[in-house]
T-cell receptor, first 110, second 115 residues
Framework: QKEVEQNSGPLSVPEGAIASLNCTYS??????FFWYRQYSGKSPELIMF????GDKEDGRFTAQLNKASQYVSLLIRDSQPSDSATYLC??????????FGPGTSLSVIP | DTGVSQNPRHKITKRGQNVTFRCDPI?????LYWYRQTLGQGPEFLTY????????KSRLLSDRFSAERPKGSFSTLEIQRTEQGDSAMYLC?????????????FGPGTRLLVL
């Protein structure tokens, strides 16, 4: 089992729709969870981080964490073409190392 | 502070040559990570430092790879006897490690092509 898994892409949504990105992790003791956005040829940039169970909202982005299910998600409301990118889920594990998932490619169709 | 910087941004080398990359982290950050990323994949952990101490090196990393952070500031990643399979983007990230909370900030990466 891989340490961090993400739903396979590519994911296509129409402009204005909600994009839902999912991530599961294997280390039950993981402490912190991050979502990064990566445009083609660029380095990852942080969008959201979440530490506690529940929802965290920042503008059009909402991160959801369920530690019992070892699941974290990212919702993007009112998707824009500029949101088209690869979204990386990252987890700080109980052994104090940050591990990335393989990423989900999102395409927002105008 | 200008963020994390990496040099060079691009490197083309011939198989069998040695290459060295440099990373300058955000000044107050005590942790520094190296990742490797190939097309369509997420960043793959290589190694990380807390101050000058190398805390872990990936089991997937061969002995041809070595990293240093001699004074707890900048870091270098050296690849000896490069192979075509080493072609990838090498990313550096820095963070301020705290109790359970650690946000990484990435540099622009060094893209390596081994011919």
């Amino acid at each position: 089992q891989k340490e961090v898994e993400q739903n396979s892409g590519p994911l296509s949504v129409p402009e204005g729709a909600i994009a839902s990105l999912n991530c599961t992790y294997s280390d039950r003791g993981s402490q912190s969870f991050f979502w990064y956005r990566q445009y083609s040829g660029k380095s990852p940039e942080l969008i959201m981080f979440i530490y506690s169970n529940g929802d965290k909202e920042d503008g059009r982005f909402t991160a959801q964490l369920n530690k019992a299910s070892q699941y974290v998600s990212l919702l993007i409301r009112d998707s824009q073409p500029s949101d088209s990118a690869t979204y990386l889920c990252a987890v700080k594990t109980s052994y104090d190392k940050v591990i990335f998932g393989p990423g989900t490619s999102l395409s927002v169709i105008p | 502070d200008t963020g994390v910087s990496q040099n060079p941004r691009h490197k083309i080398t011939k198989r069998g040559q040695n290459v060295t990359f440099r990373c300058d982290p955000i000044s107050e950050h005590n942790r520094l990570y190296w990742y490797r990323q190939t097309l369509g994949q997420g960043p793959e952990f290589l190694t990380y430092f807390q101050n000058e101490a190398q805390l872990e090196k990936s089991r997937l990393l061969s002995d041809r790879f070595s990293a240093e952070r001699p004074k707890g500031s900048f870091s270098t990643l050296e690849i000896q006897r490069t192979e075509q399979g080493d072609s990838a983007m090498y990313l550096c990230a820095s963070s301020l490690a705290g109790r359970g909370r650690e946000t990484q900030y990435f540099g622009p990466g060094t893209r390596l092509l081994v011919l």
